[in-house]
């Protein structure tokens, strides 16, 4: 009978897809205690991708940044609690003993987004991440019989993202960029200044807009 255990070896963008996207190396053992290990044709995997935040410190920058999503720092005990990122599923091909996959995690730069905002308000360290795995295994008894059998639920493996990752990802696909999404009649009034005035830019309209409201530009 399998018995796949998993752990998360690196991780890395991917360099060339249509929009931002990590790429988890999954290693996924069999410890079954076969000898020597039975083939296991497929792997329908699913994984449930989460951010532990309490997992980590935060300079006093970072604090600041994270107010939107946490409250004050005060509050935290209570606040500070997992964010769900993403599901995603793979399909491992045939393998004995041990292999490897890339998981592939489809990033967002929308800042109404939970986990850009946590993202976007970390300067350096590590991401804790949790990763839920579940599933269905296909494989043969020793006649040639295809079973299925399912991924127990309690299959986790523990991940510290390097920021600098997310952050080399981000630069790489929106260099020099934020998105800012904005309501429907917002953006209309928005467009509507920026065409009155002969801007050309949209960065130009914001500029204008707080000039005119007194904010003054904070150091970096």
């Not at 904010?215 to 970096?220: D, F």
């Amino acid at each position: 009978m399998p018995d796949l255990t998993f752990r998360v070896e690196g991780a890395a963008p991917v360099p060339f897809a249509a929009a931002p996207h990590l790429a988890l190396t999954l290693r996924i053992t069999d410890s079954g205690g076969g000898e020597p290990p039975a083939p296991i044709p497929a792997v329908a995997l699913r994984c449930q991708i989460r951010i532990e935040p309490a997992r980590r410190r935060y300079a006093d920058a970072e604090r600041g940044r994270l107010l939107d999503l946490f409250g004050e720092p005060h509050r935290w005990g209570q606040t500070l609690r997992g964010l769900l990122w993403a599901h995603v599923s793979h399909v491992v091909p045939s393998f004995t003993g041990s292999t490897t996959v890339d998981l592939l995690l489809p990033c967002t730069f929308d800042f109404n987004v939970a986990a850009t905002k946590y993202f976007a308000a970390l300067e350096e360290g590590e991401v804790p991440l949790c990763l839920l795995f579940s599933g269905t295994i296909f494989h043969t008894l020793e006649d040639g019989t295809l079973q299925v059998a399912q991924i127990p639920w309690d299959r986790e493996a523990d991940f510290r993202l390097p920021v600098r990752v997310w952050t080399e990802m981000m630069d790489h696909y929106y260099p020099n960029s934020a998105w800012l999404c904005l309501r429907r009649d917002v953006f209309d009034r928005l467009s509507r200044y920026k065409s009155r005035r002969g801007l050309p830019t949209w960065e130009q309209a914001m500029e204008g807009l707080l000039a005119s409201s007194g904010e003054e530009e904070e150091a970096p």
